[in-house]
């Protein structure tokens, strides 16, 4: 899978996938599977389309 920085038209997509991060239901699948955001070099947030969790 590949990595890539995000850009403005992913944002609706990060929306989503917070959001059902707290439902069972993962909701319709997208191009992006999930997200990551750093502060000091270090982790703060990292949330996975839970459709997408699991294949490793």
Known sequence: ???RPDTRNDWPL???I???????DG?????VAGFA?????????LYVD????GPG
Do not use: L
């Not at 909701?27 to 191009?31: A, L, V």
């Not at 839970?50 to 969790?53: K, V």
């Open 1 to 3: 899978m590949p990595i």
């Open 14 to 16: 990060v929306c989503a």
């Open 18 to 24: 917070h959001d059902a991060a707290g439902a069972e």
């Open 27 to 31: 909701g319709e699948q997208s191009e």
């Open 37 to 45: 955001a750093f502060t000091a070099g270090e982790p703060a947030w």
């Open 50 to 53: 839970p459709a997408q969790s």
